[in-house]
């Protein structure tokens, strides 16, 4: 009579890596929920700043000529740039979340193209620093008169100071980082040379 051939089994390290694998596997799909989800509401920022568009425009239309109806539509312009600016904000995150944890983006502009977390960080700060900008205009063309708005103001440039300080010193570092990586492939180029 036969013994069965007893199946080999599989190591514990095999299993073990295998369950990482599909760990980090699930881990993607999470992430692209989230480009989903970022995306979603850019996209629906950009259809609400269109219709909000279409309805400011068409009332300062019937108001030509009025007091104050000039003034009126370049507010809710300035709003509606700034309802632009975060939904390009949210686009940036979800494309850049979609570059760096699932593949590149086909078929964006060279400025989009987003391959570390610095660069996504650094088109994000530009973004928020104009938003910010843009809301302080707006706030100021309403403005009717007192101190409030200069102490808005000073906290306004306070915060860009700090976000421009960051950003040139995250900038100085991604350089560092950069140059440390040139140097480091020179030597090894050099010593395979000598090594020949």
């Known amino acids: 009579m036969l013994k069965p051939v007893s199946q080999p089994r599989p190591s514990t390290r095999r299993v073990r890596a295998f369950t990482v694998q599909r760990a980090f596997?699930?881990?993607?799909?999470?992430v692209e929920l989230g480009v989903l989800s970022s995306f979603a509401f850019s996209l629906a920022l950009f259809i609400a700043a269109t219709v909000q568009a279409y309805f400011s425009i068409t009332a300062a239309f019937?108001?030509?000529g009025d007091e104050g109806s000039t003034k009126h539509l370049l507010i809710a312009?300035?709003?509606q740039t700034d309802t632009l600016l975060v939904a390009m904000a949210l686009l940036l995150i979800s494309l850049g979340m979609q570059s760096l944890f699932i593949g590149d983006v086909k078929n964006v502009p060279d400025w989009l193209h987003i391959r570390t977390f610095e660069d996504l960080k650094q088109k994000l700060l530009g973004v928020v620093v104009t938003a910010i900008a843009v809301d302080f205009f707006s706030v100021a063309l309403d403005w009717k008169?007192?101190?409030d708005v200069l102490i808005y103001g000073a906290a306004v440039a306070a915060v860009i100071l700090s976000i421009g300080a960051y950003s040139v010193i995250l900038s100085r570092q991604s350089s560092r980082y950069a140059e440390g990586d040139g140097h480091g492939s020179g030597h090894s180029e050099g010593a395979?040379?000598?090594a020949k």
């Open 25 to 30: 596997g699930f881990s993607r799909l999470i």
């Open 62 to 64: 019937g108001h030509l």
């Open 192 to 194: 395979e040379e000598v």
């Open 77 to 79: 312009a300035v709003e």
């Open 145 to 147: 008169g007192g101190s």
